[in-house]
């Protein structure tokens, strides 16, 4: 089968992953066309600046900066640039001509999917980004090809390491989030700059790709209701741990009768769960669907190998269906199911309040949830000399709206010195 | 695209799969048209007794007992029968006329892969088994496709989920095996005739299957070396948790320099490892590749409706590239690397002695272990009233050969009353 075809592939980004493909490419050519059923010949890498320290194992003749002559050429090309432009362009002039396209690119590929998908549909190309979402571990195809005959229901995942490194240490050592980020900065486990990470925005892009494919449909990550980890404190996360949960940053996608949500949130986890267990940068996905029953995927989030392993994949798998002689069709949206109001959607509150140490005031504040239609789980308060008296409460399921004008009316509560923190419980 | 093309299923055996199969098939028609490019059109439920109690809700005219004029008919065959014939003749009748065949028969396929493969390639058609290995855990296709530009190392896996009930069950209430075997048959979690499960066979099949796609080469179930758990006492359970282990009946594929090994056993299995985490009836499979490093799938093992989502993944696949209009190749064997002589296999051991209480027993013991070149990791004493004194060694790595004359030289010793129990140690 092998040597049949040969499928010229340009590389655009030389960083870590990028390199790791390239050596890939290189070093096992012969396994890679065996695998393929055709030859995969790296024509070139096309980087910003010559003159730039790359990796002196590669052969330095294949850089090149001229991204757009080396499109031209190829057949399949592997984009690993990051950043909307000119990447976005690059993607786009390359399924234009017929090319396949395999990009790690979650921000692109969370804002402009949709658009990408129907440009590589109606040039007969292919467009997969597996490692746009959880690095190595398989989730895009297993959710969009292993369960295409299933209906999933719920995916809620652990996508971003950063945060789970952060908040795992949180929970292992007591520490406060300013100081376990240092750690995370210093360690590289957290960039200088650690906003997309920390506010919740990475893991946002990552859930608009996660609900495209399991619910069928074009979610953009702007549509992601969005919350960061920056106002976890090292308070919630003991009182969480004393009442047998920890604290995850989730990316939720969900299905409901009414329609689906898509929401990034800090939440209470029950130890008991499979996706407490994930620690450190590791990332897992969890997955319900309706025949299957729950599934996890679990694996390294990020780095070079591991991401490399996940583009890979992809690579194969194009160069399978060129060998074939036939692409298949891109996922197909069969339905556009109702994105909901992030008030609307069902959830449950874990609500921290500072209170009066005095009669009546649990009184007072169990009327309040009553007259929102809240019912109340558990309570739990601790009078410390210090802190004064603090409610822990754990209301069952409500409507976001419900539940937050509940929190509303509890801070204006004479009672109520202020709201310590509200988060969301989830995974039963 | 969807109606373009109208494909005809065949339905062989309805049991508690086959019948979810077919009410999926019937019930989701539209949407699974639309996600396969292509009609799936139920033709047939071939049975072996028209007069057996049967789904009442399914059409009662779909059943017939003319399994070989169904397939006659059918463009694609799912086969649920189970057993070896008539299940091996009708799959091979289908492929032969170019019908591509799903089929959850792990050990038909364990046992004749190699050669359904190849009828596969030689006819253009698909074969696929998703459901063979793990139940509704998506594991094939990762690691056949998702994982295809990688190499993978290892594949060490839960895939029966009876043996995990009762060696969980065994861990958490200290039961012995026959109690815990007889509650599990009790639950249903266990047959009446336990061997296929308890005795490994089971998992051997899936490990052959696993083996192969891992390392694209033809492993058969025959080849595996298999030992089950009916010979785990609890007295091990216990002293394995006293070392901050748990006992797990694993199905390991591993490749090392000088070939691969395919493996079935009880093993010690460190409480912080993932797959220590397994409980119940699931199942879970981690694998270590070069590049992706450490990955981990988990979910239901078993059961009717998890079995139906694997089996309807792998129909839409098979769908979409005959609607694509080009079945891809079935998965080349590219290279045969060797298959290792369990002898000459790497393992560490953990090992149960009951030894006389008195000076110098200790130094008889540690000289033998320095006689066949292994040496010890650690060594714990208890010394038990009515048991006596007990030993429990764990090895550092060997190989099987060392380690098997290790312990069949220590049953020599005069101050070894006799080997409580031998055990392998995996996952670092």
């Known amino acids: 089968m092998s040597g049949e075809k040969n499928l010229k592939v340009a590389l655009l980004g030389c960083g870590t992953v990028g390199a790791q493909v390239a050596r890939i490419l290189l070093e096992d050519a012969n396994e890679l066309a065996a695998r393929s059923g055709a030859g995969l010949q790296l024509i070139g890498i096309a980087v910003r600046n010559l003159d730039a320290k790359r990796d002196a194992a590669l052969p330095q003749e294949l850089f090149t900066t001229d991204a757009p002559g080396l499109i031209a050429q190829a057949d399949v090309v592997i984009e690993l640039l990051g950043g909307m432009e000119p990447a976005g362009e690059y993607i786009a002039a390359a399924l234009s001509k017929g090319a396949s396209v395999i990009t790690g690119n979650k921000a692109l590929i969370a804002l402009k999917g949709a658009e990408l998908n129907a440009l590589a549909s109606q040039h007969g190309a292919q467009l997969r980004y597996e490692a746009a979402v959880a690095g190595a571990i398989p989730i895009l195809r297993p959710i969009a090809d292993s369960l295409a005959g299933d209906h999933i229901t719920k995916v809620m995942g652990i996508v971003n390491g950063t945060t789970n490194f952060i908040l795992d240490a ?134 070079g190998n591991p991401t490399a392993s996940a583009v890979m994949g992809d690579v194969v798998a194009v160069a399978r269906q060129i060998a074939a002689g036939a692409p298949l069709p891109n996922g197909s949206v069969s339905q556009a199911p109702r994105l909901l109001d992030f008030e609307a959607i069902d959830t449950r509150y874990w609500i921290g309040l500072s209170v009066k140490d005095q009669p009546g005031v649990l009184a007072a504040i169990a009327t309040v949830f009553g007259e929102h239609g809240v019912s109340i789980e558990s309570m739990s308060q601790q009078v410390d000399a210090e802190a004064g008296a603090q409610l822990r409460i754990l209301t069952h399921q409500g409507t976001e709206a419900a539940l937050a004008s509940t929190v509303e009316a509890l801070t204006a509560l004479d009672a109520v010195h202020c709201v310590l923190s509200v988060m969301r419980v989830e995974g039963n």
Chains 1, 2 share one sequence.
């Open 170 to 303: 949180m929970d292992t050592t007591g520490a406060a989030f300013d100081d376990v980020l240092a750690e995370a900065q210093a360690l590289g486990y957290a960039e200088a700059d650690p906003t997309a990470d920390v506010g919740g925005h990475d893991a946002a892009a990552k859930a608009a790709i996660l609900a495209s494919l399991a619910f069928h449909t074009t979610v953009s990550s702007e549509q992601v209701s969005t919350q960061g980890i920056t106002e976890v404190t090292a308070a919630d996360v003991a009182a969480a741990s004393a009442a047998g949960y920890v604290i995850k940053l989730l990316a939720i996608a969900e299905r409901a009768e009414a329609g689906i949500s898509v929401r990034v949130y800090p939440a209470l986890v029950r130890r008991s769960h499979p996706l407490a267990t994930v620690h450190g940068a590791f990332n897992a996905v969890f997955v319900e669907a309706e025949n299957a029953g729950d599934l996890m995927f679990y694996g390294a989030g990020a780095g």
